[in-house]
Protein backbone atom coordinates (compact mmCIF):
# COMPACT_ATOMS: atom_id res chain seq x y z
CA UNK A 1 0.00 0.00 0.00
CA UNK A 2 2.92 2.36 -0.52
CA UNK A 3 1.18 3.91 -3.21
CA UNK A 4 1.12 7.96 -3.71
CA UNK A 5 -1.50 10.14 -2.65
CA UNK A 6 -2.23 13.06 -4.77
CA UNK A 7 -4.82 15.91 -4.48
CA UNK A 8 -7.02 15.91 -7.86
CA UNK A 9 -9.81 17.65 -6.22
CA UNK A 10 -10.18 20.17 -3.30
CA UNK A 11 -12.36 22.77 -2.59
CA UNK A 12 -10.95 26.23 -3.50
CA UNK A 13 -9.55 28.81 -1.27
CA UNK A 14 -12.26 31.26 -2.29
CA UNK A 15 -14.77 29.13 -1.29
CA UNK A 16 -15.82 28.94 2.71
CA UNK A 17 -16.70 25.79 3.44
CA UNK A 18 -20.50 25.98 4.23
CA UNK A 19 -23.43 24.46 2.52
CA UNK A 20 -25.15 27.01 0.41
CA UNK A 21 -28.93 27.33 0.42
CA UNK A 22 -29.76 26.81 -3.15
CA UNK A 23 -32.41 24.48 -4.46
CA UNK A 24 -31.20 20.58 -5.27
CA UNK A 25 -30.48 21.14 -9.24
CA UNK A 26 -30.05 24.95 -8.99
CA UNK A 27 -27.08 26.02 -11.22
CA UNK A 28 -26.06 28.84 -8.59
CA UNK A 29 -23.84 26.34 -6.88
CA UNK A 30 -21.89 25.35 -10.41
CA UNK A 31 -21.68 29.66 -11.05
CA UNK A 32 -20.21 30.09 -7.21
CA UNK A 33 -17.74 27.00 -7.94
CA UNK A 34 -16.47 28.26 -10.97
CA UNK A 35 -15.91 31.79 -10.27
CA UNK A 36 -14.70 30.63 -6.91
CA UNK A 37 -12.40 28.59 -8.99
CA UNK A 38 -10.87 31.06 -11.13
CA UNK A 39 -10.09 33.41 -8.50
CA UNK A 40 -7.91 30.93 -7.01
CA UNK A 41 -6.26 29.61 -10.73
CA UNK A 42 -5.97 33.90 -11.16
CA UNK A 43 -4.48 34.50 -7.49
CA UNK A 44 -7.43 37.19 -7.43
CA UNK A 45 -8.59 35.85 -3.42
CA UNK A 46 -6.77 38.93 -1.77
CA UNK A 47 -7.69 41.72 -4.24
CA UNK A 48 -11.51 40.67 -5.14
CA UNK A 49 -14.59 42.06 -4.12
CA UNK A 50 -18.01 40.51 -5.13
CA UNK A 51 -21.29 42.62 -5.23
CA UNK A 52 -23.82 40.61 -4.60
CA UNK A 53 -27.63 41.34 -5.70
CA UNK A 54 -30.75 40.92 -4.62
CA UNK A 55 -32.00 37.75 -6.09
CA UNK A 56 -31.89 33.90 -4.99
CA UNK A 57 -27.49 35.17 -4.63
CA UNK A 58 -28.70 37.72 -1.74
CA UNK A 59 -26.37 35.34 0.58
CA UNK A 60 -23.18 34.75 -1.65
CA UNK A 61 -21.11 36.51 0.31
CA UNK A 62 -21.43 34.04 2.99
CA UNK A 63 -20.24 31.43 0.77
CA UNK A 64 -16.42 33.26 -0.31
CA UNK A 65 -13.83 34.28 1.46
CA UNK A 66 -13.09 37.02 -0.39
CA UNK A 67 -14.22 40.70 0.30
CA UNK A 68 -18.15 41.17 -0.15
CA UNK A 69 -20.36 43.68 -0.87
CA UNK A 70 -24.46 43.34 -0.83
CA UNK A 71 -26.40 45.66 -3.25
CA UNK A 72 -29.64 47.09 -3.62
CA UNK A 73 -31.83 45.29 -6.14
CA UNK A 74 -30.43 45.98 -9.32
CA UNK A 75 -27.59 48.21 -8.04
CA UNK A 76 -24.70 46.07 -8.50
CA UNK A 77 -22.89 47.83 -11.15
CA UNK A 78 -23.18 50.83 -9.78
CA UNK A 79 -21.84 50.03 -6.66
CA UNK A 80 -19.31 47.83 -7.81
CA UNK A 81 -18.12 50.46 -10.27
CA UNK A 82 -18.21 52.66 -6.81
CA UNK A 83 -15.50 50.45 -5.60
CA UNK A 84 -13.45 50.00 -8.79
CA UNK A 85 -13.05 53.80 -8.95
CA UNK A 86 -11.48 53.76 -5.86
CA UNK A 87 -9.37 51.41 -6.12
CA UNK A 88 -8.58 50.32 -9.86
CA UNK A 89 -6.09 47.80 -8.98
CA UNK A 90 -8.79 45.31 -7.24
CA UNK A 91 -10.91 42.92 -9.26
CA UNK A 92 -14.55 43.55 -8.71
CA UNK A 93 -17.32 41.66 -9.93
CA UNK A 94 -20.95 41.53 -9.84
CA UNK A 95 -22.81 38.61 -9.72
CA UNK A 96 -26.81 39.37 -10.76
CA UNK A 97 -29.67 37.58 -11.81
CA UNK A 98 -32.22 38.17 -14.91
CA UNK A 99 -34.76 40.17 -12.38
CA UNK A 100 -32.06 42.20 -10.90
CA UNK A 101 -29.94 42.67 -13.98
CA UNK A 102 -32.20 43.01 -17.21
CA UNK A 103 -35.36 44.47 -15.33
CA UNK A 104 -35.03 46.77 -12.31
CA UNK A 105 -30.93 47.36 -12.72
CA UNK A 106 -31.57 48.07 -16.87
CA UNK A 107 -29.60 51.40 -16.82
CA UNK A 108 -26.78 50.61 -14.52
CA UNK A 109 -25.95 47.55 -16.53
CA UNK A 110 -26.15 49.46 -19.81
CA UNK A 111 -24.27 52.21 -18.35
CA UNK A 112 -21.80 50.51 -16.52
CA UNK A 113 -21.55 48.70 -20.31
CA UNK A 114 -21.36 51.51 -22.40
CA UNK A 115 -18.62 53.33 -19.75
CA UNK A 116 -16.64 50.08 -20.76
CA UNK A 117 -14.68 50.00 -16.86
CA UNK A 118 -13.03 47.01 -16.24
CA UNK A 119 -15.39 45.43 -13.98
CA UNK A 120 -17.06 41.67 -14.64
CA UNK A 121 -20.25 40.66 -14.63
CA UNK A 122 -21.66 37.30 -13.89
CA UNK A 123 -25.25 37.46 -14.99
CA UNK A 124 -27.84 34.28 -14.65
CA UNK A 125 -30.40 33.86 -16.48
CA UNK A 126 -33.07 30.89 -15.34
CA UNK A 127 -35.84 32.75 -16.95
CA UNK A 128 -37.98 34.01 -13.72
CA UNK A 129 -37.53 35.40 -10.51
CA UNK A 130 -36.47 32.28 -8.31
CA UNK A 131 -36.34 33.88 -4.56
CA UNK A 132 -39.93 35.93 -4.60
CA UNK A 133 -41.19 32.31 -5.94
CA UNK A 134 -41.26 32.64 -9.37
CA UNK A 135 -42.28 35.12 -11.55
CA UNK A 136 -42.58 36.34 -15.07
CA UNK A 137 -38.83 37.95 -15.65
CA UNK A 138 -37.75 39.87 -18.79
CA UNK A 139 -35.71 36.69 -19.50
CA UNK A 140 -39.24 34.54 -19.42
CA UNK A 141 -39.46 32.86 -22.53
CA UNK A 142 -42.87 33.24 -24.76
CA UNK A 143 -45.92 31.08 -23.50
CA UNK A 144 -43.50 29.76 -20.39
CA UNK A 145 -45.69 29.93 -17.16
CA UNK A 146 -44.81 31.68 -14.21
CA UNK A 147 -46.56 32.61 -11.18
CA UNK A 148 -47.43 36.19 -12.80
CA UNK A 149 -48.28 34.76 -16.00
CA UNK A 150 -50.30 31.73 -15.45
CA UNK A 151 -51.57 30.89 -18.60
CA UNK A 152 -48.42 31.43 -20.45
CA UNK A 153 -46.24 34.50 -21.32
CA UNK A 154 -47.63 36.49 -24.76
CA UNK A 155 -46.17 39.64 -26.80
CA UNK A 156 -49.86 41.36 -26.55
CA UNK A 157 -49.74 40.76 -23.01
CA UNK A 158 -45.91 40.72 -21.20
CA UNK A 159 -44.03 41.77 -24.11
CA UNK A 160 -40.91 39.96 -25.52
CA UNK A 161 -38.23 38.21 -23.60
CA UNK A 162 -34.44 40.01 -23.87
CA UNK A 163 -31.62 39.07 -25.30
CA UNK A 164 -29.11 40.99 -23.02
CA UNK A 165 -26.05 39.45 -24.17
CA UNK A 166 -26.47 40.55 -27.55
CA UNK A 167 -27.96 43.81 -26.62
CA UNK A 168 -24.77 44.88 -24.86
CA UNK A 169 -22.71 43.99 -27.55
CA UNK A 170 -23.94 46.60 -29.52
CA UNK A 171 -22.45 49.34 -27.08
CA UNK A 172 -18.60 50.16 -27.74
CA UNK A 173 -17.54 49.80 -24.19
CA UNK A 174 -17.18 46.28 -23.50
CA UNK A 175 -14.40 44.19 -23.92
CA UNK A 176 -16.01 40.79 -23.87
CA UNK A 177 -19.67 39.27 -23.86
CA UNK A 178 -20.48 36.00 -23.85
CA UNK A 179 -23.60 33.31 -23.02
CA UNK A 180 -22.89 30.03 -22.13
CA UNK A 181 -25.46 27.16 -20.45
CA UNK A 182 -24.52 25.44 -17.25
CA UNK A 183 -26.44 22.34 -18.74
CA UNK A 184 -24.18 19.55 -19.19
CA UNK A 185 -20.30 18.74 -18.40
CA UNK A 186 -19.05 19.98 -21.73
CA UNK A 187 -20.73 23.24 -21.41
CA UNK A 188 -19.12 24.22 -17.59
CA UNK A 189 -16.02 23.60 -19.18
CA UNK A 190 -16.78 26.21 -21.76
CA UNK A 191 -18.80 28.71 -19.26
CA UNK A 192 -15.04 28.52 -16.80
CA UNK A 193 -13.41 29.41 -20.23
CA UNK A 194 -16.01 32.33 -20.90
CA UNK A 195 -15.76 33.39 -17.28
CA UNK A 196 -11.89 33.31 -17.38
CA UNK A 197 -11.52 35.76 -20.13
CA UNK A 198 -14.17 37.76 -18.52
CA UNK A 199 -11.88 38.00 -15.94
CA UNK A 200 -9.11 38.52 -18.07
CA UNK A 201 -10.70 41.66 -19.79
CA UNK A 202 -11.01 43.41 -16.15
CA UNK A 203 -7.31 42.16 -15.14
CA UNK A 204 -5.58 43.21 -18.21
CA UNK A 205 -7.89 46.74 -17.91
CA UNK A 206 -9.16 46.59 -21.23
CA UNK A 207 -12.70 47.12 -20.53
CA UNK A 208 -16.73 46.08 -19.29
CA UNK A 209 -16.98 42.18 -19.12
CA UNK A 210 -20.27 40.04 -18.81
CA UNK A 211 -21.01 36.31 -19.10
CA UNK A 212 -24.77 35.54 -19.43
CA UNK A 213 -25.32 31.85 -17.84
CA UNK A 214 -28.19 29.89 -19.01
CA UNK A 215 -29.33 28.54 -15.43
CA UNK A 216 -32.15 26.31 -14.15
CA UNK A 217 -34.43 26.74 -11.50
CA UNK A 218 -36.68 23.46 -11.07
CA UNK A 219 -38.08 24.46 -7.72
CA UNK A 220 -39.94 27.00 -9.80
CA UNK A 221 -40.16 25.25 -13.15
CA UNK A 222 -41.74 22.63 -11.59
CA UNK A 223 -39.10 20.04 -13.27
CA UNK A 224 -36.79 17.83 -11.69
CA UNK A 225 -33.36 18.65 -11.81
CA UNK A 226 -32.72 16.49 -14.83
CA UNK A 227 -35.64 17.57 -16.81
CA UNK A 228 -34.22 20.97 -16.31
CA UNK A 229 -30.99 20.48 -17.99
CA UNK A 230 -32.74 19.24 -20.70
CA UNK A 231 -35.37 21.92 -20.83
CA UNK A 232 -32.28 24.57 -21.22
CA UNK A 233 -31.39 22.90 -24.29
CA UNK A 234 -34.36 22.39 -25.74
CA UNK A 235 -36.64 25.30 -25.16
CA UNK A 236 -34.03 27.99 -23.68
CA UNK A 237 -30.75 27.85 -25.84
CA UNK A 238 -32.75 28.24 -29.09
CA UNK A 239 -33.97 31.70 -28.17
CA UNK A 240 -30.63 32.69 -26.03
CA UNK A 241 -28.34 31.21 -28.61
CA UNK A 242 -24.82 30.37 -26.75
CA UNK A 243 -21.73 32.33 -27.71
CA UNK A 244 -19.43 35.19 -27.82
CA UNK A 245 -20.68 38.39 -28.89
CA UNK A 246 -18.23 40.97 -28.05
CA UNK A 247 -14.49 39.95 -27.89
CA UNK A 248 -12.33 42.84 -27.47
CA UNK A 249 -8.68 42.85 -28.59
CA UNK A 250 -6.42 41.83 -26.22
CA UNK A 251 -9.39 39.30 -24.30
CA UNK A 252 -7.46 36.04 -24.22
CA UNK B 1 -6.28 78.85 0.21
CA UNK B 2 -5.87 80.78 3.30
CA UNK B 3 -7.19 84.33 1.90
CA UNK B 4 -10.91 85.12 1.31
CA UNK B 5 -11.74 84.48 -2.17
CA UNK B 6 -15.11 85.89 -3.88
CA UNK B 7 -17.33 82.46 -4.71
CA UNK B 8 -20.76 81.46 -5.97
CA UNK B 9 -22.01 79.19 -3.07
CA UNK B 10 -22.29 75.91 -4.88
CA UNK B 11 -18.89 76.05 -6.10
CA UNK B 12 -17.20 76.92 -2.82
CA UNK B 13 -19.40 74.43 -1.10
CA UNK B 14 -17.84 71.48 -3.53
CA UNK B 15 -14.24 73.25 -2.37
CA UNK B 16 -15.50 72.97 0.59
CA UNK B 17 -15.73 69.05 0.30
CA UNK B 18 -12.43 68.81 -1.24
CA UNK B 19 -10.77 70.64 1.50
CA UNK B 20 -12.31 68.32 3.96
CA UNK B 21 -10.87 65.43 2.06
CA UNK B 22 -13.57 64.59 -0.51
CA UNK B 23 -12.05 62.37 -3.40
CA UNK B 24 -14.65 60.79 -4.93
CA UNK B 25 -17.80 62.44 -6.31
CA UNK B 26 -21.07 60.91 -8.09
CA UNK B 27 -23.67 62.63 -9.16
CA UNK B 28 -25.88 63.75 -11.80
CA UNK B 29 -27.69 67.04 -13.03
CA UNK B 30 -30.34 68.75 -11.66
CA UNK B 31 -30.88 72.55 -11.20
CA UNK B 32 -29.84 74.50 -8.64
CA UNK B 33 -26.75 73.04 -7.97
CA UNK B 34 -25.43 72.02 -11.45
CA UNK B 35 -22.23 74.07 -10.41
CA UNK B 36 -21.16 71.85 -7.88
CA UNK B 37 -21.35 68.64 -10.24
CA UNK B 38 -19.56 70.71 -12.50
CA UNK B 39 -16.85 72.02 -10.76
CA UNK B 40 -16.00 68.78 -8.95
CA UNK B 41 -15.57 67.34 -12.61
CA UNK B 42 -12.55 69.96 -13.22
CA UNK B 43 -11.12 69.88 -9.55
CA UNK B 44 -11.32 66.22 -8.30
CA UNK B 45 -8.87 65.09 -11.07
CA UNK B 46 -6.31 68.21 -10.09
CA UNK B 47 -5.75 66.82 -6.61
CA UNK B 48 -5.91 62.75 -7.05
CA UNK B 49 -9.95 62.25 -6.86
CA UNK B 50 -12.79 61.08 -9.16
CA UNK B 51 -15.72 62.54 -10.87
CA UNK B 52 -18.19 60.35 -11.63
CA UNK B 53 -21.09 61.73 -13.93
CA UNK B 54 -23.94 58.65 -13.24
CA UNK B 55 -26.92 57.90 -15.42
CA UNK B 56 -28.91 58.52 -13.05
CA UNK B 57 -29.25 59.90 -9.02
CA UNK B 58 -30.41 56.05 -8.52
CA UNK B 59 -26.69 54.91 -9.72
CA UNK B 60 -24.95 57.88 -8.26
CA UNK B 61 -26.23 56.94 -4.61
CA UNK B 62 -24.75 53.69 -5.00
CA UNK B 63 -21.90 54.65 -6.56
CA UNK B 64 -21.50 56.39 -3.27
CA UNK B 65 -22.43 52.98 -1.46
CA UNK B 66 -19.77 51.41 -3.42
CA UNK B 67 -16.95 53.99 -2.80
CA UNK B 68 -18.07 54.44 1.06
CA UNK B 69 -17.59 50.94 1.75
CA UNK B 70 -13.84 51.41 0.55
CA UNK B 71 -13.58 53.52 3.21
CA UNK B 72 -13.03 56.58 1.06
CA UNK B 73 -14.20 60.70 1.67
CA UNK B 74 -17.41 60.34 -1.47
CA UNK B 75 -19.65 62.80 -1.64
CA UNK B 76 -23.07 63.77 -3.88
CA UNK B 77 -25.46 66.26 -4.01
CA UNK B 78 -28.66 66.61 -5.78
CA UNK B 79 -32.21 68.31 -5.55
CA UNK B 80 -35.57 67.33 -4.02
CA UNK B 81 -36.36 65.53 -7.04
CA UNK B 82 -32.69 63.59 -7.01
CA UNK B 83 -32.44 63.67 -3.53
CA UNK B 84 -36.06 61.39 -3.55
CA UNK B 85 -34.68 58.88 -6.40
CA UNK B 86 -31.52 58.24 -3.79
CA UNK B 87 -33.92 57.66 -0.55
CA UNK B 88 -33.72 53.87 -1.26
CA UNK B 89 -29.75 54.12 -1.42
CA UNK B 90 -29.44 56.47 1.73
CA UNK B 91 -31.58 53.31 3.57
CA UNK B 92 -28.90 50.92 2.48
CA UNK B 93 -25.84 52.99 3.52
CA UNK B 94 -27.58 54.10 6.81
CA UNK B 95 -28.54 50.23 7.51
CA UNK B 96 -24.93 48.91 6.59
CA UNK B 97 -23.12 51.66 8.50
CA UNK B 98 -21.08 53.43 6.19
CA UNK B 99 -20.65 57.25 5.86
CA UNK B 100 -20.97 59.43 2.87
CA UNK B 101 -22.30 62.85 3.04
CA UNK B 102 -25.16 63.92 0.50
CA UNK B 103 -25.83 67.78 -0.13
CA UNK B 104 -29.61 68.79 -0.99
CA UNK B 105 -29.71 71.88 -2.70
CA UNK B 106 -33.34 71.86 -1.50
CA UNK B 107 -36.10 73.74 -4.53
CA UNK B 108 -39.48 73.71 -4.51
CA UNK B 109 -42.15 70.98 -4.56
CA UNK B 110 -43.78 68.26 -4.66
CA UNK B 111 -43.04 66.67 -7.68
CA UNK B 112 -41.46 68.58 -10.33
CA UNK B 113 -42.26 71.76 -8.69
CA UNK B 114 -39.52 74.51 -9.61
CA UNK B 115 -36.08 75.90 -9.07
CA UNK B 116 -36.49 78.42 -6.28
CA UNK B 117 -35.42 78.18 -2.79
CA UNK B 118 -37.50 75.85 -0.49
CA UNK B 119 -37.21 73.78 3.21
CA UNK B 120 -39.96 71.41 2.43
CA UNK B 121 -37.18 68.66 2.09
CA UNK B 122 -37.26 69.35 6.14
CA UNK B 123 -39.49 65.69 7.21
CA UNK B 124 -37.37 63.78 4.18
CA UNK B 125 -34.19 65.11 5.55
CA UNK B 126 -35.10 64.58 9.25
CA UNK B 127 -37.54 62.38 9.87
CA UNK B 128 -37.02 59.53 7.43
CA UNK B 129 -37.75 59.63 3.42
CA UNK B 130 -36.61 55.91 2.71
CA UNK B 131 -37.41 52.55 4.13
CA UNK B 132 -36.46 51.11 8.33
CA UNK B 133 -35.35 53.06 11.06
CA UNK B 134 -32.55 55.37 10.29
CA UNK B 135 -31.41 58.70 10.83
CA UNK B 136 -28.99 61.07 8.99
CA UNK B 137 -26.69 63.73 10.56
CA UNK B 138 -28.40 66.99 8.69
CA UNK B 139 -26.46 69.96 8.65
CA UNK B 140 -28.52 73.28 7.95
CA UNK B 141 -25.19 76.10 6.95
CA UNK B 142 -26.96 79.62 6.30
CA UNK B 143 -24.17 81.04 4.90
CA UNK B 144 -21.38 79.98 2.49
CA UNK B 145 -18.89 80.03 4.75
CA UNK B 146 -20.70 78.15 7.19
CA UNK B 147 -21.35 75.54 4.65
CA UNK B 148 -17.53 75.63 4.05
CA UNK B 149 -17.21 74.82 7.22
CA UNK B 150 -19.54 72.36 8.07
CA UNK B 151 -18.57 70.21 5.46
CA UNK B 152 -15.27 69.59 7.36
CA UNK B 153 -17.74 68.86 9.97
CA UNK B 154 -19.94 66.71 7.89
CA UNK B 155 -16.95 64.16 6.73
CA UNK B 156 -15.59 64.03 10.46
CA UNK B 157 -18.99 63.34 11.65
CA UNK B 158 -19.85 60.70 9.15
CA UNK B 159 -16.57 58.94 9.42
CA UNK B 160 -17.12 59.15 13.22
CA UNK B 161 -19.98 57.69 13.46
CA UNK B 162 -20.18 55.50 10.18
CA UNK B 163 -23.53 57.49 9.22
CA UNK B 164 -24.47 59.81 5.88
CA UNK B 165 -24.47 63.21 6.71
CA UNK B 166 -27.09 64.88 5.06
CA UNK B 167 -26.02 68.66 3.89
CA UNK B 168 -29.70 70.71 3.62
CA UNK B 169 -28.94 74.25 1.77
CA UNK B 170 -31.25 76.08 -1.12
CA UNK B 171 -30.81 77.39 -4.31
CA UNK B 172 -30.15 81.11 -2.77
CA UNK B 173 -27.13 80.09 -0.74
CA UNK B 174 -25.95 77.82 -4.02
CA UNK B 175 -26.34 80.58 -6.06
CA UNK B 176 -25.47 83.49 -4.20
CA UNK B 177 -21.71 85.04 -4.31
CA UNK B 178 -19.67 85.31 -1.13
CA UNK B 179 -16.09 86.00 0.17
CA UNK B 180 -15.19 82.84 1.81
CA UNK B 181 -12.11 81.47 3.17
CA UNK B 182 -11.64 78.21 3.44
CA UNK B 183 -9.94 77.45 7.06
CA UNK B 184 -9.10 73.58 7.16
CA UNK B 185 -7.39 71.21 4.64
CA UNK B 186 -7.45 67.89 5.66
CA UNK B 187 -4.43 66.19 4.29
CA UNK B 188 -5.90 63.13 2.88
CA UNK B 189 -3.08 60.91 3.20
CA UNK B 190 -3.61 61.13 7.23
CA UNK B 191 -6.80 59.22 6.83
CA UNK B 192 -6.33 55.68 7.66
CA UNK B 193 -8.99 53.16 4.98
CA UNK B 194 -11.08 52.11 8.06
CA UNK B 195 -10.47 48.36 9.14
CA UNK B 196 -14.19 47.18 7.84
CA UNK B 197 -13.45 48.42 4.33
CA UNK B 198 -14.39 46.05 1.60
CA UNK B 199 -10.64 47.15 -0.50
CA UNK B 200 -9.57 43.33 -0.69
CA UNK B 201 -8.11 41.63 1.93
CA UNK B 202 -4.44 41.97 0.57
CA UNK B 203 -3.17 39.36 3.45
CA UNK B 204 -5.99 40.27 6.00
CA UNK B 205 -7.12 36.68 7.51
CA UNK B 206 -10.22 37.48 7.18
CA UNK B 207 -12.98 38.66 4.75
CA UNK B 208 -14.88 41.70 5.18
CA UNK B 209 -18.32 41.88 4.43
CA UNK B 210 -21.00 44.59 3.63
CA UNK B 211 -24.50 44.19 4.14
CA UNK B 212 -28.18 45.79 5.07
CA UNK B 213 -29.37 42.22 4.90
CA UNK B 214 -30.06 40.25 8.28
CA UNK B 215 -32.14 37.65 7.69
CA UNK B 216 -33.31 36.69 11.53
CA UNK B 217 -35.91 38.72 13.01
CA UNK B 218 -33.63 38.55 16.00
CA UNK B 219 -30.72 39.32 14.87
CA UNK B 220 -32.05 42.06 12.62
CA UNK B 221 -33.49 43.80 15.95
CA UNK B 222 -30.19 43.24 17.71
CA UNK B 223 -28.60 45.03 14.78
CA UNK B 224 -31.42 48.22 15.10
CA UNK B 225 -30.51 48.41 18.88
CA UNK B 226 -27.04 49.00 18.09
CA UNK B 227 -28.08 52.08 15.61
CA UNK B 228 -30.56 53.08 17.90
CA UNK B 229 -27.55 53.55 20.88
CA UNK B 230 -25.62 55.01 18.31
CA UNK B 231 -28.30 57.86 17.28
CA UNK B 232 -28.80 58.00 21.17
CA UNK B 233 -25.24 59.07 21.17
CA UNK B 234 -25.24 61.79 18.66
CA UNK B 235 -28.32 63.29 20.30
CA UNK B 236 -26.39 63.71 22.95
CA UNK B 237 -22.70 64.62 21.56
CA UNK B 238 -24.05 66.75 17.86
CA UNK B 239 -26.83 68.87 18.17
CA UNK B 240 -25.57 73.07 17.80
CA UNK B 241 -27.89 75.87 17.32
CA UNK B 242 -26.71 79.62 16.53
CA UNK B 243 -28.71 81.92 19.42
CA UNK B 244 -28.66 85.50 18.15
CA UNK B 245 -29.64 88.41 20.40
CA UNK B 246 -30.89 85.83 22.49
CA UNK B 247 -29.65 87.52 25.86
CA UNK B 248 -32.49 89.73 26.67
CA UNK B 249 -34.93 88.56 24.18
CA UNK B 250 -38.04 88.69 25.09
CA UNK B 251 -39.50 86.66 21.81
CA UNK B 252 -37.56 84.01 19.78
CA UNK B 253 -38.02 83.17 15.94
CA UNK B 254 -37.22 79.74 15.00
CA UNK B 255 -35.33 79.22 11.89
CA UNK B 256 -32.55 77.22 10.20
CA UNK B 257 -30.59 78.00 6.40
CA UNK B 258 -31.63 80.87 4.37
CA UNK B 259 -34.45 81.92 6.27
CA UNK B 260 -32.57 82.18 9.55
CA UNK B 261 -30.25 84.34 7.68
CA UNK B 262 -33.23 86.67 7.17
CA UNK B 263 -35.00 86.75 10.04
CA UNK B 264 -31.85 87.72 11.40
CA UNK B 265 -32.51 91.26 9.61
CA UNK B 266 -35.81 90.49 10.92
CA UNK B 267 -34.55 90.67 14.64
CA UNK B 268 -32.66 94.08 13.86
CA UNK B 269 -36.00 95.53 12.56
CA UNK B 270 -37.62 94.64 15.41
CA UNK B 271 -35.21 95.88 17.90
CA UNK B 272 -35.39 99.20 16.21
CA UNK B 273 -39.08 99.47 17.55
CA UNK B 274 -38.02 98.25 20.72
CA UNK B 275 -39.68 94.73 20.40
CA UNK B 276 -36.98 92.64 22.31
CA UNK B 277 -36.89 89.77 19.69
CA UNK B 278 -33.81 87.41 19.26
CA UNK B 279 -33.15 84.13 16.80
CA UNK B 280 -32.58 80.28 17.71
CA UNK B 281 -31.19 78.99 14.86
CA UNK B 282 -31.09 75.41 14.47
CA UNK B 283 -27.42 74.62 12.53
CA UNK B 284 -28.10 70.57 13.18
CA UNK B 285 -31.59 69.98 12.17
CA UNK B 286 -31.28 66.40 13.06
CA UNK B 287 -30.26 66.03 15.71
CA UNK B 288 -32.48 68.62 16.83
CA UNK B 289 -31.37 70.80 19.51
CA UNK B 290 -34.29 70.44 21.72
CA UNK B 291 -32.61 70.83 24.78
CA UNK B 292 -31.29 73.97 24.05
CA UNK B 293 -34.63 75.46 22.76
CA UNK B 294 -36.51 74.42 26.26
CA UNK B 295 -33.31 75.92 28.28
CA UNK B 296 -34.51 79.38 26.28
CA UNK B 297 -38.70 78.63 27.49
CA UNK B 298 -38.67 79.95 31.07
CA UNK B 299 -37.73 83.48 29.44
CA UNK B 300 -39.60 83.65 27.06
CA UNK B 301 -42.91 84.81 26.36
CA UNK B 302 -43.35 83.49 22.90
CA UNK B 303 -41.71 81.89 19.93
CA UNK B 304 -42.49 81.95 16.11
CA UNK B 305 -41.06 79.30 14.02
CA UNK B 306 -40.40 80.45 10.35
CA UNK B 307 -39.77 78.06 7.23
CA UNK B 308 -40.10 77.83 3.61
CA UNK B 309 -42.35 75.27 3.74
CA UNK B 310 -45.39 73.63 5.76
CA UNK B 311 -45.12 73.26 9.40
CA UNK B 312 -41.89 70.75 8.85
CA UNK B 313 -39.64 72.17 11.21
CA UNK B 314 -42.41 74.07 13.62
CA UNK B 315 -43.51 70.43 13.96
CA UNK B 316 -40.14 69.70 15.59
CA UNK B 317 -40.58 73.26 17.63
CA UNK B 318 -43.76 71.92 19.23
CA UNK B 319 -42.23 68.82 20.26
CA UNK B 320 -39.42 70.73 21.87
CA UNK B 321 -42.01 73.58 23.24
CA UNK B 322 -45.27 72.71 23.46
CA UNK B 323 -47.16 73.58 26.38
CA UNK B 324 -43.91 75.68 27.62
CA UNK B 325 -44.79 78.86 25.64
CA UNK B 326 -47.04 80.36 23.21
CA UNK B 327 -45.97 79.20 19.94
CA UNK B 328 -46.90 80.80 16.64
CA UNK B 329 -46.08 79.55 13.03
CA UNK B 330 -45.56 81.65 9.41
CA UNK B 331 -44.11 80.37 6.66
CA UNK B 332 -44.06 80.16 2.45
CA UNK B 333 -43.98 77.32 -0.01
CA UNK B 334 -43.40 76.89 -3.11
CA UNK B 335 -40.11 78.66 -4.16
CA UNK B 336 -42.27 81.71 -2.38
CA UNK B 337 -39.08 83.51 0.05
CA UNK B 338 -40.63 85.93 2.38
CA UNK B 339 -38.74 89.20 3.27
CA UNK B 340 -37.64 90.42 6.92
CA UNK B 341 -40.96 92.98 7.19
CA UNK B 342 -43.08 89.97 6.45
CA UNK B 343 -42.15 88.02 8.80
CA UNK B 344 -42.13 90.66 11.27
CA UNK B 345 -45.61 91.68 10.61
CA UNK B 346 -46.66 87.81 10.80
CA UNK B 347 -45.35 88.04 14.45
CA UNK B 348 -47.03 91.21 14.93
CA UNK B 349 -49.83 89.43 14.48
CA UNK B 350 -49.54 86.47 16.13
CA UNK B 351 -47.56 88.01 19.56
CA UNK B 352 -49.13 92.10 19.17
CA UNK B 353 -46.72 94.03 19.23
CA UNK B 354 -43.94 91.64 21.42
CA UNK B 355 -44.04 93.91 24.10
Keep these: ?252 | MSDKVLMKGAEALAEGAIQAGCRFYFGYPITPQNETPEYMSRRLPEVGGRFVQAESEVASINMVYGAACAGVRVMTSSSSPGISLMQEGISYISGSNVPCVVMNAMRGGPGLGNIAPAQADYFQAVKGGGNGDYKRIVLAPSSIQEGVDLFVDAFELADKYRMVVMVIVDGLIGQMMEPVEFKTKVDVSTLKTPEWATVGRHGRDHANVITSLTLDAAGLEKWNLKLQAKYAQVERSESRIEEYQMDDADYAIIAYGTMARIAKTTVRVARAKGIKLGLLRPITVWPFPAKQLQAYAPKLKGALTVELAYRQLFEDVQLALCGKIPLGWFGRGGGVVPGPQEILAAFEEQFGKGR
Design chain 1, 1 to 252: MAEEMKVIYERPRSWANKVTHYCPGCTHGVAHRLVAELVDEMGLLDKTIAVWPVGCAVLGYEYFTFDSVEAAHGRAPAMATGIKVTNPDNFVFTYQGDGDLASIGMAEIVHAAARGWPITVIFINNGNYGMTGGQMAPTTLLGQKTTTSPLGRTPQTNGFPIRVAEMLAQLDGPAYIARVSLDSPVNIRKAKSAMRKAFNAQVRGIGFSMVECLSTCPTNWKLTPVESMERIRKEVMPYFPLGEFKVAQGVL
